[in-house]
């Protein structure tokens, strides 16, 4: 590390600029560091690792915790999906995911091969959509991924572009990381195309194409074409991916060159349409649901909002406890009024990330007087910040004029976008766990099934163990309830008519009409109870999870011993725990889900 949180780049080792905020540029190099090590990291470690006092990590990381973009257990803190609204404030306002990305979609679909959109990144290509089919490949890349310019397959077309100190900084980043340590994501020191890079440029500028011909990896092969802005530099270029066991090289570009630019062209025009020109009707705020953004407009971190979960723990799986990770974050939730105090807590830090948060709200580039009123901070705050993040490289000037630059994607995009849900809910369902006393649960729809996809138990009340990938019938448990309750009527109803409503004890409701009865309560009430239908002396409620556009994607529930707690017991202490559960599940999942892909497990 050089303490900039770069890459190994001459350009970064410069001293700062005086007016630089200094704990801005620690705190970014803490949270850089924590993205290039996955995400997770012992705090002693990373005390040894970036070369900070141990004090200045710990503010640092308290300030994390409390803004909810870190977790912080007792010996170790990972990154947490709100982090992801740095990366998405790029996102929304370079509009590029939403202009082009349903395009890059249709095209997947119509070839059967992946497509993705990628952006020059300096001496990188970085991802900025992806939609993945028939992956074949070991390696898959996520939104937010760095790959080197000279094995990519948009990186000739890019370089065609290069200026004599681009080729300069490209050629002193390959003498000094030969084996590519600095892009994590690649497996390890597989890619090359160095030696033939300076000659693929050229051609890619003469012939508007280029391939990745296993570069990356063997067996993978990619063709890409440049998306032009109005003055022909590429602004991003699309690739279509595929494999050795499908096309070679030269017949994968027979086989789609043409489609590729029909797309290409296509993209340049949305680009170049009302709705597609800066401040248009696609401006970040409105999500391709319609709705208003998750992450979006933040003036304040949303990391903020009474529902960021300051106090769960960092890893359930690895035991760092509830409580430690509450006094952490000063046991106590986070709200608007109590943010800027504390020993923890270090404010010009936690205002230059306000700032940078604060560019996803424009689809141009800002100005200081716009972003201190987007901030509500002061203009030399602002100033200073931006002076800062403009030496770091993740905002670029322009005249009196600042946009992000796509480096911001490396402030925790790469591990966060690799997360899953059952993965995201697992601190959540720690904290519920812990709260209750009793076990959580998260279970989606597989079939007239459920299936278990994160648990976090206490004493085994069951007669059966249950662990993840558990499948139960899903009319007679109450997060089966919730899922059923949650389709669409017809599938709802099909998957009624073709189960067997076999009774597991007295209770089970079997008949079909009693049952179509208590989905639609279900639905109404917004959760399900279900008591001892399953097994005589387990009675469980439960909640849904849904996605960005509504839709129930998951449930979870609490379940325990019938004789720990009467049913109306239950609805009275359980449910409002486990609403609140699912509330801090769906804010992360759909902050993370805005521009990444993010399975359920
Ligand atoms: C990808 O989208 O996964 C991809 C694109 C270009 C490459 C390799 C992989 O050269």
New binding site residues.
Partial sequence: MDGTGGTPSAALAEDPPEEAVGPLIRGLAVIRHLTLTGGRRVVSELVRETGLARSTVDRILGTLARLGYARLGEREVALAPPLMELGNAYLAASRIPALLGPIADRLAEELDE???I?VPDRDG?R?VH?M?RRRT?S???HVGDL?PAE?????ALFAAHWSPADWERWRARVAEDPGYASFPVLPDGTARGAGTFAARAERARADGWSV?DQ???PG???V?VPVRDPDGRPLCAL?V?SHTSRHTAGSLRDAVLGRMRETAAAMERALASPSGAPGGATAAGVDEAGGPAAGAPSATPSGASAETPADAPADPATGASAETAAGAAGQREPGAEDRATGPEYIESFARGLRVLTAFGARTEAVSLTELAELTGLPRATVRRALITLTHLGYVAAEGRLFRLTPRVLDLGFPCLARLTLSRIALSHLAWLSAQVNDSASMAVLAGDEIQYVARVPTVRIMSVDITVGTRFPAYATSMGRVLLAGLPREERDAILARTDLRPFTRRTITGRARLAAVLDRTARDGYALVDQELEDGLRSIAVPVRDRAGRVVAAVNVSSHAARRTAEQAREAVLPLLRRAAARIEHDYHIATRFARIPVA
């Fill in positions: 992946s497509v993705s990628a290509v991802f992806q993945p490949m390696v898959t890349f790959l094995s990519a397959a948009p990186g990745d570069q990356i990896e993978l092969i990619a890409a690739s991916v």
